[in-house]
């Protein structure tokens, strides 16, 4: 298991920058591909990036293609989403998750992420 926390979130006015960063414990940090997701409040908790155990392959949804961008310090027991270009609707909080199974594939569904955060909002106004 690895314990993640998230921080970074805050309030943003729409075009604006934020950049969350999620900090994991544990020796094994590095073997495993790391995933953000966010819920809006009413929706279902979503896929948004993932990264693999070396950083060299990435995934994004469609919605956040091109203005989010997922990276991951290894040395360090990092993995950072810096989101350019927010919209209001990319309001919700957003979690920090970690593919305990890690195939060698990245994964973008909740169910295959077997640790979390406690989340970070972010806010972004219009």
């Known amino acids: 298991q690895v314990q993640l926390v998230e921080s970074g979130g805050g309030l943003v006015q729409a075009g604006g920058s934020l950049r969350l960063s999620c900090a994991a414990s544990?020796?094994?940090?590095?073997?495993?591909?790391m995933g953000w997701f966010r819920q809006a409040p009413g929706k279902e908790r979503e896929f948004v990036a993932a990264?693999?155990?070396?950083?060299?392959?990435?995934a994004y949804a469609d919605s956040v293609k091109g203005r989010f961008t997922i990276s991951r310090d290894n040395a360090k027991n990092t993995v950072t989403l810096q989101m350019n270009s927010l919209k209001p609707e990319d309001t919700a909080v957003y979690y920090c998750a970690a593919d305990l199974t890690s195939l060698g594939f990245l994964r973008i569904a909740r169910h295959d992420y077997g640790s979390w955060g406690q989340g970070t909002q972010v806010t972004v106004s219009s």
């Open positions: 990264v693999t155990r070396s950083g060299s392959g990435t």
């Open positions: 544990g020796r094994t940090f590095s073997g495993y591909n």
